[in-house]
């Protein structure tokens, strides 16, 4: 069985708060909403307050209308779920898991492609099984075949075992995760990946702030590399966007407006960024942990 994380943030101040231009209110709404303890998931916020987990019977899979649903789940799972995965993955999703040197690789992308699947099928009400997905230029996934029509989009970030998924209906998504460790995070890849703006951001905070704040900046930068599916054919130092903590996540420059950005914790030690387009949308955060 899933099990649903809902926000409890209404919907209407949440897409307010979404709205371009109004940072100020944001900014306002975030220090407020830390001191009570009442932020969820939805900024780059500590989400210290993770939300109600409902059973999966109070969802109803066909109606995402216009919600942007954003799911988690831990990728090591033993040997039996990973067997009952696999018989749905397509013929190139086993060649795949089977070039895989490491069994612990291997089923990790086999629950990965297997939990998209599920979920997929769930959304669209069919086995997972019969969803075929094909690959844009510069390889990333849509639902291809007959299910092209159902305008259903998804994207998927992995990272040291956990999985994160964007899911939602006519809207570019792209999403991604980064377990935060200090061995990735130094200064000379910042300078070589980050804008002049977010190199001068994280010098500006104090030492023991700078390795989330470089996740914050990696992983906003990538989750947008990847809703525009044109990863790294986009110069990174062509756009910015915020690291600071209790700030929101947004961009500051070289993006058009209707890209929009979220950031969040979706467990302890790791930062995922969302960046979707199609106006302010209300977003849900979910578990499939259970499954
Ligand atoms: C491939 C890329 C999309 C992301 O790679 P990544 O961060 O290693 O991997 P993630 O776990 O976040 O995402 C992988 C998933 O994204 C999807 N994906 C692949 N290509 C994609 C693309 N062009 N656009 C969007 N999604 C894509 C796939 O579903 C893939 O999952 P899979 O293993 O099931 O196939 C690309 O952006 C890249 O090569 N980035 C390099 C990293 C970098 O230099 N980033 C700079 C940030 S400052």
Known sequence: MFRVRVSKYPEQAEAALLAPGNAGLRRKMIRSALRSSKMLGVWSASGRQRGEVQPDSSMQWDRI??????????????????????????????????????ANDR??????????????????????????FSYGKHGKPYLSGENLSSELHFNLSHSAGLAVYAIAKKRNLGIDVEHVRAEAAGE??????????????????????????????????????????????????????????????????????RWQL??????????????????????????????
């Open 107 to 132: 089923n990790r992308f086999i629950r990965a492609r297997g939990l998209l699947r599920e979920l997929l099928g769930k959304y669209l009400q069919q086995a997972p099984a019969s969803l075929e």
């Open 262 to 291: 979220a950031a969040y914790h979706p467990a302890p030690g790791y930062v995922a960024a969302l960046v979707y387009d199609g106006g302010p949308g209300s977003l849900k955060y979910f578990s499939a942990d259970s499954q």
């Open 188 to 257: 000379d890849i910042a300078r070589r990946y980050f804008s002049a703006r977010e190199v001068s951001d994280l010098r500006s905070l104090p030492p023991e702030a700078r390795v989330e704040g470089f996740f914050h900046c990696w992983t906003r930068k990538e989750a947008f590399l990847k809703a525009t599916g044109m990863g790294l054919q986009i110069a990174l130092d062509s756009f910015a966007v915020s690291l600071l903590p209790e700030t929101p996540a947004e961009f500051l420059s070289g993006v058009e407006p």
């Open 65 to 102: 209308e216009d919600e942007i649903h954003v799911w988690h789940a831990a990728l090591d799972r033993d040997e039996k779920t990973i067997k009952q995965l696999e018989p749905a993955l397509s013929l190139g999703e086993k060649a795949r898991a089977a070039r895989f040197h490491f």
